[in-house]
C-alpha cells in the first residue's frame, strides 16, 4: 500500500513528488502515456522561473524527474485505465495487468490540445504548430502567423499575438466568431488581425527545413482552395482533459475539466486530488501547474496525518 500516488509526469506530478518525497512520503508515480507531458513537445521554454536563457522543454522536464527522483520519488512507465476507490477508503489503481493500491492520489494527467488531424501534424510540433501563444509568441517576432478558432480562446490568443507577429490572420469555419461579443469586438477592431471567415486549414505548408511556411485554406463555402504565408499556426479549437480513467469519483464540467474544491485541489471523493491541466482550464501555464502540484502534495500530506 503507497501513502501517496501521483499520476502523470507534467509540471504538476513532478511537483507534487518533489514536495511529497521530501516529506518522506516515498510517492510513486505512474507516467502515463506521454511521460514528461506536454513540455517534452516544446522547444525552448522562455518563461519558467529560474531560467533567464531560457530551457529546452524537454530538458526542464528531465530536470524534474531527477529533483523527485533525488528525494525518492519512484517511476513506473504504465498507463492507469481506472481508479476505484476501496471499503477501507484507499484506492486501487489499475494500469493494464497491474494494480496499484494507494492512501491518496493525485492526478495531474493534463489536457491534450485538440488538432486537425492532419498528415504532418506530429511532425511541425514545436516547428511552427502550437497551442501556446503565451508560450511560443515571442519565438514570431515581425513575421505573419495565424490562429484557427472562433471562441474567446482563439480570440484571446490573436489579440496576445499582435505584440508579436507582423500580422495574424483570424481562420473561422464560419462568418461570425463564436467568441463572447467584448472580445470578438476587440479582435475585430485590431488593426493587425485579419480574420478569414468561411475556412478551414486543409494542409500544412513546409520549407525546405521541414518548418511551417504557409497553410492551404478550403471554403466552406465553394471548397476552393488557395495558400497562406504564415511562420506559426497557433490551434485554439479547445483542449481535451485526461480525465475520463477516474469515473465518476470526480465531478466534471461541461468540457470534462475535474472540478476542485473552491481554492483547493480536493475532489468530491476524500484522499482523492487533481492538479495542474487536469482541472484548470483558465491558465494552462506550466508555473501554474507546478503551483497546483505542489498544492495538491500539501493537502495529501495533511489528509494522511488527519487520517
Not at 493525485?106 to 501556446?132: D, F, M, Q, Y
Request: proline residues 4%.
Amino acid at each position: 500500500m503507497e501513502e501517496v500516488i501521483i499520476i502523470g509526469t507534467g509540471c504538476a506530478g513532478y511537483t507534487a513528488a518533489i514536495y511529497t518525497a521530501r516529506a518522506n512520503l516515498s510517492p510513486l508515480i505512474l507516467s502515463g502515456t506521454q511521460p514528461g507531458g506536454q513540455l517534452t513537445t516544446t522547444t525552448e521554454v522562455e518563461n519558467f522561473p529560474g531560467h533567464p536563457d531560457g530551457i529546452m522543454g524537454p530538458e526542464l522536464m528531465q530536470r524534474m524527474e531527477q529533483q523527485a527522483t533525488k528525494f525518492g520519488a519512484r517511476i513506473e512507465y504504465v498507463s492507469v485505465d481506472s481508479v476505484q476507490k476501496l471499503d477501507d477508503g484507499s484506492f486501487a489503481l489499475k494500469a493494464g495487468e497491474k494494480t496499484f493500491e494507494a492512501k491518496t492520489v493525485i492526478v495531474a494527467t493534463g489536457a491534450a490540445p485538440r488538432h486537425l488531424g492532419l498528415p504532418n501534424e506530429k511532425e511541425l510540433i514545436g516547428r511552427g504548430l502550437t497551442s501556446c501563444a503565451t508560450c511560443d509568441g515571442a519565438f514570431y517576432r515581425d513575421v505573419p502567423v495565424c490562429v484557427i478558432g472562433g471562441g474567446d480562446s482563439a480570440c484571446e490568443e490573436a489579440d496576445f499575438l499582435t505584440r508579436f507577429a507582423s500580422k495574424v490572420y483570424l481562420i473561422h469555419r464560419r462568418d461570425e466568431l463564436r467568441a463572447s461579443k467584448i472580445m470578438a469586438d476587440r479582435v475585430l477592431a485590431n488593426e493587425k488581425i485579419e480574420p478569414v471567415w468561411n475556412s478551414g486549414v486543409s494542409e500544412y505548408l513546409t520549407n525546405d527545413k521541414g518548418e511551417m511556411r504557409a497553410v492551404k485554406l478550403k471554403s466552406t463555402l465553394d471548397g476552393s482552395e488557395k495558400e497562406l504565408e504564415v511562420e506559426c499556426v497557433f490551434v485554439a479549437i479547445g483542449h481535451i482533459p485526461n480525465s475520463a480513467f477516474v469515473g465518476d469519483l470526480v465531478d466534471l464540467d461541461d468540457n470534462g475539466y475535474i472540478l476542485q474544491k473552491p481554492g483547493r485541489t480536493a475532489t468530491k471523493t476524500p484522499g482523492l486530488f487533481a492538479a495542474g491541466d487536469v482541472a484548470d482550464h483558465y491558465y494552462r501555464q506550466a508555473i501554474t501547474a507546478a503551483g497546483q502540484g505542489c498544492a495538491a502534495a500539501l493537502e495529501a500530506e495533511r489528509y494522511l496525518s488527519e487520517n
